[in-house]
């Protein structure tokens, strides 16, 4: 059995040892790659019904997929709050400083009686919140590596950068988890970024900017916030949407340039950001994909993936409306249904399938061989 969890660098020669973490520490073989924690949910006198997010959703998706016997609480992977040495690894400490006045917060995340709270409480009640998804978002992508797939059912904080937060977005996650993966794990040294939340990723756009390991493909209304012409330029396969874009118009383009994507770089891991305000009605999103259009979307990405043998991490993102977390429950149901999250290789600590998938091609090439 290959377990590619022993290739966790411990001492990286020539580089500065990585500071300690709690993120990357061994997980229960029985527990699924899905990741979550009770202290995603946004609870404080009602303030969080002020933003058109669902602060709730999170646990709402647990809940329904406890209800469907997929999985129960001694089989998730608890997330751990990430902490300022954490976060450091991308953010800067002036940003992060900066989080300790309440309109900056008020401002990032859209609900303006957050203003007026004593710092303490916007710490305890909005940012706690975030930072332990971000953690999700950072112990998922190992487990990534390790099981071939994995699910936070959280974060996908796309807007943020290392010194800049906006709609809703206090943390860069996803550019976490990836340097994360990049400092630490041995052998992964590219990414895929497939961004198919409504609105431009342009949190990890600006982070990645200059950087050749990462290949970014980003689909998204071309009319809505953020508009940044700036971050576009790091977008590699870069498609825009109209107002009111449906299912046919949608998957076609997705599943074209998935595969494209994946053909024009073979990354080591795909950071699968999926949102779900693509959904017809999102107040925010302004596109028009059914439910049953997002649940096919999610599996045309798990396909490819399985097809070309790489590791993907999900992230749930954006999604303005209440029915949207039965839509990520249906969807990770069907994921299971299919087969492409395998119950045996997720709680077997099993193989990473890009590493099955070489092992299968240099057999065939040996079977080739003898038979010439």
């Not at 406890?66 to 976060?87: F, H, S």
């Not at 994921?335 to 395998?342: A, K, S, V």
């Not at 997720?346 to 080739?368: C, F, H, Q």
Request: one cysteine or more; glycine letters at 8%.
């Amino acid at each position: 059995m290959i377990n590619l969890s022993r290739l966790s660098k411990g001492d990286m020669s020539g580089k500065k040892k990585p500071h300690r973490t709690e993120l990357y520490e061994e997980v229960p073989p029985k527990c699924w790659p899905i990741v979550y924690s009770p202290d995603y949910n946004i609870t404080f006198m009602g303030l969080e019904k002020l933003h058109p997010f669902d602060a709730g959703k999170w646990g709402k998706v647990i809940h329904f997929l406890k209800e469907e016997k997929l999985i129960a609480d001694d089989l998730i992977v608890e997330a751990r709050e990430a902490t300022e040495d954490d976060l450091l690894v991308v953010h800067t400490r002036r940003y992060l400083n900066k989080l300790k006045w309440s309109f900056v917060v008020a401002t990032i995340t859209e609900i303006p009686p957050v203003l007026f709270l004593p710092n303490f409480l916007v710490q305890r009640k909005v940012l706690k919140p975030l930072r332990t998804q971000t953690g999700g978002t950072i112990m998922a992508g190992k487990l990534a590596i390790d099981r071939g797939w994995a699910i936070n059912v959280g974060g996908g904080f796309h807007h943020c950068s290392s010194d800049k937060g906006g709609g809703f977005c206090a943390y860069a996650d996803i550019t976490l988890a990836i340097k994360f993966l990049f400092e630490r794990v041995e052998g992964v040294s590219k990414a895929t970024i497939i961004d198919l939340d409504a609105h431009q990723g342009n949190g990890h756009e600006r982070d990645f900017m200059d950087d050749r390991r990462l290949y970014i493909m980003d689909v998204y209304n071309r009319y809505i916030y953020p508009g940044d012409g700036f971050a576009k330029r790091a977008i590699r396969r870069k498609v825009e949407l109209d107002w009111g874009t449906e299912d046919t118009e949608y998957l076609r383009k997705v599943e074209m340039h998935v595969e494209g994507a994946l053909n024009e770089l073979r990354p080591d891991i795909i950071v699968f950001n999926a949102g779900t305000d693509i959904l017809d009605g999102d107040p925010l999103g302004g596109l028009a994909i059914s439910p049953q259009g997002i649940v096919k979307r999610d599996e045309v990405v798990f396909r490819a993936a399985r097809r070309h043998g790489i590791p993907i991490l999900m992230v749930t993102s954006g999604g303005y409306q209440k029915r949207t977390a039965r839509i990520i429950a249906d969807s990770i149901l069907n994921l299971h249904n299919l087969g492409l999250i395998d119950k045996e290789l997720a709680t077997s600590g099993a193989e990473n399938p890009k590493v099955e998938l070489m092992i299968r091609e240099y057999i065939s090439d040996l079977t080739n061989l003898s038979l010439q």
